[in-house]
C-alpha cells in the first residue's frame, strides 16, 4: 500500500502501475486528488485531509463479462463497513437515505485477446466532507465511520477476496448487493427507458419491466422517479 499526499487520479496512477507488472492487491491512496474521474468522464477535485479516495489492482480469473459485478461487490462492501446506512444506485453510486450521493467507484479493465488482465478498481468516499456543487453528503454528517484508515483498512480486507467471490459464487455477492439497493421496485429513468427495475442479472445488468416488456440495461445513469 502507498500513500500519497497529493495526486491527479489514484486510477491514473495504478493503472501505469499494472501495466508495469505491478501485483494482485497493489493499493494506492492520496490524501487529496485533483482530477479524479468518475463515469462518463467526469471529472472532479477533492481537499486534502477529509475524505478517502484509494485504487486497488485486482487481478481476477474471470470472463470479461463479469467485471462488472466487481464494482457491484465493492459497492456492498462499502455499505457495509460505512457504519451508517447507504443506499446503492445502480451501477456505481452510494446515497444517504435522502438521496444526496455519499461514494462512487470506477473500474477500468484491461484485457487481451478476449483474457482479463487487471481490474483497477477506484473508490471515492466523503468522509468529513462532500461538494457543495452536488446534492453530495458525508459519512460524519449521518454518524458513520470517521477514521479515514480504520475504513480504508475495512474496504482493503473486504475487497481482498472479491475476484474469488465474483468467480465462485456470484448469487452470494448479489445477494450482498441487494440487501442495500436504492431502486429495486421503483420506476425509474435510465438510458432512455423507463419502466420498474426489478432485478439485476448474473452480468450485473439492470433488468427493467417496461411498457414493451422485459429489458435487460447495460449501462446508463439511473433516475429514480417514483414509486411501482
Request: glycine letters at 12%; proline letters at 4%; hydrophobic letters at 45%.
Amino acid at each position: 500500500m502507498s500513500v500519497l499526499r497529493s495526486t491527479g487520479s489514484t486510477n491514473a496512477d495504478l493503472k501505469l502501475l499494472a501495466r508495469a507488472g505491478a501485483v494482485h492487491g497493489t493499493t494506492l491512496i492520496a490524501d487529496a486528488q485533483e482530477a479524479g474521474r468518475g463515469r462518463l468522464g467526469r471529472v472532479w477535485s477533492s481537499p486534502p485531509g477529509d475524505n478517502l479516495y484509494l485504487s486497488v489492482l485486482l487481478r481476477p480469473t474471470l470472463r470479461l463479462e463479469r467485471v462488472p459485478l466487481l464494482c457491484l461487490g465493492a459497492a456492498a462492501v462499502i455499505a457495509e463497513v460505512a457504519g451508517t446506512p447507504l443506499h446503492i444506485k445502480w451501477p456505481n453510486d452510494l446515497l444517504a437515505p435522502d438521496g444526496r450521493k455519499v461514494a462512487g467507484l470506477l473500474a477500468e479493465a484491461d484485457h487481451k485477446g478476449g483474457r482479463l488482465s487487471w481490474v483497477v478498481l477506484g473508490i471515492g468516499i466523503n468522509v468529513r466532507s462532500a461538494p457543495t456543487e452536488l446534492p453530495a453528503a458525508h459519512l460524519a454528517e449521518l454518524g458513520g465511520e470517521t477514521d479515514r484508515e480504520r475504513l480504508a483498512l475495512a474496504l482493503l480486507r473486504g475487497i481482498a477476496d472479491l475476484g474469488d467471490q465474483v468467480a465462485t459464487d456470484p448469487e452470494a455477492m448479489l445477494s450482498r448487493w441487494r440487501v442495500h439497493a436504492a431502486m429495486l421496485g421503483r420506476r425509474v429513468r435510465v438510458g432512455g427507458k423507463e419502466g420498474r427495475a426489478v432485478d439485476i442479472d448474473a452480468d450485473g445488468a439492470l433488468l427493467l419491466d417496461t411498457a414493451s416488456g422485459r429489458e435487460r440495461v447495460l449501462a446508463g445513469d439511473v433516475e429514480m422517479i417514483g414509486r411501482a
